[in-house]
Nanobody
Framework: QVQLVESGGGLVQVGGSLRLSCVVS????????MGWYRQAPGKQRELVAT????????NYTDSVQGRFTISTNNAKNTVILQMNSLKPEDTAVYYC??????????????WGQGTQVTVSS
């Protein structure tokens, strides 16, 4: 019922930038929150950034504060993660997620398939 398709991952050198995008589609009445998470090899998935679509408030994990920016488009069906000043420790598979309400008025929380980000030193 809800699909999330990510794009924009790849290989970048230390200090470089990448822009991740995630398009959310389906039988959606409203998206309330959108976010990005990441999982490095051997580690648990961790929150990177979230955005509340109604008020626009954002939240970042400390390690990316000031370097990453989460945003959405006017239609609020695409979530973007602009990543600057990338570090080797940012290497991970990045997942987007979205939560909200379907047209059936049931809640949903869905994930994308993940996109690899590799930062080389």
């Amino acid at each position: 019922q809800v699909q999330l398709v990510e794009s924009g991952g790849g290989l970048v050198q230390v200090g470089g930038s990448l822009r991740l995008s995630c398009v959310v589609s389906g039988t959606i009445y409203r998206i309330n929150v959108m976010g990005w998470y990441r999982q490095a090899p051997g580690k648990q998935r961790e929150l990177v950034a979230t955005l509340n679509t109604s008020g626009g408030s954002t939240n970042y994990t400390d390690s990316v504060q000031g370097r990453f920016t989460i945003s959405t488009n006017n239609a609020k069906n695409t979530v973007i993660l602009q990543m600057n000043s990338l570090k080797p420790e940012d290497t991970a598979v990045y997942y987007c997620n979205a939560g909200g309400i379907l047209t059936t008025f049931r809640k949903f929380l869905s994930w994308g398939q993940g996109t690899q980000v590799t930062v080389s030193s």
